[in-house]
């Protein structure tokens, strides 16, 4: 008989037998169909698992219950009479007997065990592992009767997109400072590849979608969906722009300054920092890590405005070197930045709770109680300057808005009211 538990059976045996509705030796015999039943449905049930080496565990199960059941079906009658002897209780001489085929099925394999192992790994083979990064390892097909089987499947795959992402801005920084044309190229090609993952994971999650889900897993299938798309973009940014500012800088033979090199390898490893920190809240729903994640965007914005400040202050000391790769290092910068924003784009998948509403407020006095603190710099006093200056006279309409100070109204044209505005926080 063919059940999931052998245990379930047992104890409906147990039942039977002592009520001495079946023999002692018909008890016995159910007892080695149930042994034998709970083996074949794994085989079975495996079945659709595209690689064979899924299935040495169930078939080596199967031979082994098989082995058993051959090796005491002649006995029966014999083994009945013994039974009988040892504890005349019909209800627990099914279960007396359930342990004791059990116990001697496993010392009689223990032995012969390693060889047995071989045997099955010659005849299933695992599936060579592509050396194409950009295929699959974990989309099992086979998963996709049980919904909550292949979602994890599905964010296996993406741990695994995640870690080329990771790779990908790890090397990044190498390429940018080594000047390093096959680091670029194989960046460049492990985008392919990301991309290449990309598309398969958001396939492989929307036909999950097509059955009917449970509300939990529906929103951990947009979560996969949400985060894929994230990455890909993280992704695209380090192609599209890192590497093509490193291609510049090789071409025009360009160098940082120490100083600027410096300030981009630390930001550029806190933004590498928290990607795998996002990575690890996407995978374990650590609300913690997503709130950290979250403090950590309101600091990488104020590290950013500090490197910026730094460098600019650089080329008013006429720096060649910060002259010659202004522009570079500031669009570094604002990349880097960019893809920081792609791990809290809407609400980081896995996080639990509202856990937005408790971390930002904190996060942002923490800033405003920094800014308090820090000497005001060259633009800080400029932005002080203006906003202090003696009350303008009115000024006739060029496209401006209307600004209030404390002591009156007036009309700025663009040029001051961009300031006034970056005076006010903006920009």
């Known amino acids: 008989m063919a059940a999931h538990s052998s245990i379930a059976v047992v104890l409906l045996v147990m039942s039977l037998s002592y009520s001495h509705f079946v023999t002692p030796v018909a008890m016995l015999a159910l007892i080695v169909g149930a042994n034998l039943g709970s083996a074949i449905n794994p085989v079975f049930e495996g079945g659709g698992m595209a690689d064979p080496a899924s299935r040495r565990l169930p078939i080596g199960n199967l031979i082994n219950r098989l082995f058993g059941c051959c090796l005491v079906l002649p006995f029966l009658p014999q083994l009945a009479e ?38 099955l790994e010659r005849f299933m083979p695992a599936h060579a592992k592509s050396a194409n990064p950009g295929t699959p390892l974990y989309l099992d097909q086979g998963a996709m009767q049980t919904p909550s089987v292949a979602l994890t499947c599905a964010a296996r795959e993406l741990l695994h997109m995640g870690d080329i992402v990771e790779s990908m801005l790890r090397q990044s920084m190498t390429a940018l400072l080594t000047d390093d044309r096959k680091l670029v190229a194989q960046i460049e090609r492990m985008d392919n590849a990301v991309d290449k993952l990309h598309e398969a994971i958001k396939l492989y999650v929307t036909q999950i979608t097509r059955e009917s889900l449970d509300e939990q897993d529906g929103r ?55 990607l795998k920190l996002a990575l690890g809240a996407f995978i374990s729903g650590d609300a913690k890590i997503a709130r950290q994640l979250l403090e950590e965007k309101v600091a990488i914005r104020e590290a950013e405005r500090e490197a910026s400040e730094k460098h600019i202050a650089r080329l008013r000391e006429g720096r060649l070197e910060s002259i010659e790769t202004s522009s ?40 405003r109680s920094r800014d308090r603190r820090r000497p005001a710099g060259p633009g800080a006093r400029r932005r002080a300057a203006l906003t202090s200056a003696t009350p303008l006279p009115n000024l006739p309409p060029q496209g401006g808005r209307e600004s209030h100070c404390a002591t009156c109204t007036i009309s700025l044209p663009p040029p001051l009211r961009a300031l006034a505005g970056e005076g006010r926080g903006g920009g």
């Open 82 to 119: 013994l039974i009988t002897r040892l504890d005349p209780n019909p209800a627990r001489q099914a279960a007396d007997f359930h342990t004791l085929f059990n116990v001697v099925l496993a010392l009689l394999f223990i032995g012969p065990l390693g060889p047995f192992a071989r045997l």
């Open 220 to 274: 951990r299938a947009m979560e996969i969906i949400a985060f894929d798309i994230n990455l890909e973009h993280v992704g695209d940014i380090i192609d599209k722009n890192l590497m093509e500012l490193a291609s510049k800088k090789i071409k025009n033979k360009l160098k940082f300054s120490s100083e600027g090199a410096a300030e981009l390898v630390a930001f550029h490893r806190r933004v590498a920092d928290n």
């Open 328 to 367: 570079l290092h500031l669009d570094i910068l604002r990349d880097l930045k960019r893809i920081h924003s792609q791990h809290l784009l809407g609400r980081l998948p896995g996080a639990r709770g509202d856990w937005r509403t408790a971390a930002e407020p904190a996060a942002r006095a923490r800033s």
